[in-house]
C-alpha cells in the first residue's frame, strides 16, 4: 500500500523559512513524478513543484521560482520542499503526491502538512 507522510509543517515569520520533507513507502518510485501542492483556506488546490524520482530537471509554480527547492533523496525514498523568503500569502496545507511519469493525473495523496506564515 502506497503511503505518502508530510511534515515539518508550522508557523513562520514572513521572510523566514521552513523545509517539508514527504516519505514516500509501498513502492517503488523509480518511474513516478513527486509533486507538492498547496490549498489556502477558501482556494482551489494549487501546483508548486514538480520532480522526476528518477532526476532530471524540476518545475516550479511562478509565484514560488526562485525562493521554493524540490528535491528527492533516492536512498531515503524522501521528497524535500525547502522554502525560503516565505510570504503571508504561501500559508496553506501543503500536499505531497505522486502520479506515474506517463500520467497526467496524480494517484496517490499525502494527508497534507499545514504552513502558516505571519505577517
Known amino acids: 500500500q502506497v503511503q505518502l507522510v508530510e511534515s515539518g509543517g508550522g508557523l513562520v515569520e514572513a521572510g523566514g523559512s521552513l523545509r517539508l520533507s514527504c516519505a514516500a513507502s509501498?513502492?517503488?518510485?523509480?518511474?513516478?513524478?513527486m509533486g507538492w501542492f498547496r490549498q489556502a483556506p477558501g482556494k482551489e488546490r494549487e501546483f508548486v513543484a514538480v520532480?522526476?524520482?528518477?532526476?532530471?530537471?524540476?518545475s516550479y509554480a511562478d509565484s514560488v521560482k526562485g525562493r521554493f527547492t524540490i528535491s528527492r533523496d533516492a536512498a531515503k525514498n524522501t521528497v524535500h520542499l525547502q522554502m525560503n523568503s516565505l510570504k503571508p500569502e504561501d500559508t496553506a496545507v501543503y500536499y505531497c503526491?505522486?502520479?506515474?511519469?506517463?500520467?497526467?493525473?496524480?494517484?496517490?495523496w499525502g494527508q497534507g502538512t499545514q504552513v502558516t506564515v505571519s505577517s
Open positions: 509501498g513502492r517503488t518510485f523509480s518511474s513516478y513524478v
Open positions: 520532480i522526476p524520482w528518477s532526476g532530471g530537471n524540476p
Open positions: 503526491a505522486a502520479r506515474g511519469i506517463f500520467r497526467s493525473v496524480y494517484d496517490y
